[in-house]
């Protein structure tokens, strides 16, 4: 039985299939912060634990009492790298046009968002009818203010 070729998805597939958080560690790097710091005593060595702000990789180093790094590596987020293997070639630029794509998305979407508010009309407050009595009215607000639940205030 002959097997199928499944065409493997190109680096650009890839770049959009993922997160917009990891598009932007794969496209600008990690924003590394210390997350878990440890001191090994018997081997006079600090542990730290640093964390990807945006993605959530985490990176554990050791470092020495003088602070030079001994070893290090980077444990990835699920998703980071694709299933199977693909060339991604220009790597960083793939992901940087991706990023830059969605950023423009992103601020199109803005854009029409404003301009629909924009268009418009501002809500306006009916009038009584001349005929109804104020009395009427007055208890058709005190019913709808009962239903609903009161709003406390902040006191200063």
């Known amino acids: 039985m002959a097997r199928r070729r499944v065409a493997k998805p190109t680096a650009e597939e890839f770049a959009a299939s993922l997160p917009d958080r990891i598009v932007e560690c794969r496209a600008w790097g990690h924003m590394f912060r210390p997350f878990i710091v440890d001191r090994d005593s018997k ?3 600090l542990i ?3 964390r990807c702000r945006s993605c959530g990789s985490k990176k554990p180093i050791t470092l020495s009492e003088m602070g030079n790094i001994l070893k290090s590596h980077i444990n990835y987020v699920k998703d980071y790298f ?3 293997k693909i060339e991604l070639g220009r790597s960083r630029d793939v992901f940087r046009t991706e990023s830059f794509g969605r950023e423009e998305t992103k601020a199109d979407q803005k854009r029409r968002i ?3 508010k924009k268009k418009r009309p ?3 407050k ?3 009818d001349p005929g109804t009595e104020p009395e009427a009215e ?3 607000d005190a019913e709808s203010s009962e239903s609903q639940p ?3 205030r902040a006191v200063k």
Do not use: D, G, I, M
């Open 48 to 50: 730290a634990v640093l």
């Open 150 to 152: 009161r709003r406390l």
């Open 43 to 45: 081997h006079h060595q």
């Open 122 to 124: 501002a809500k306006v």
């Open 126 to 128: 009916a009038k009584p």
């Open 82 to 84: 694709p299933e199977e």
């Open 114 to 116: 404003e301009r629909a």
């Open 138 to 140: 007055a208890e058709s």
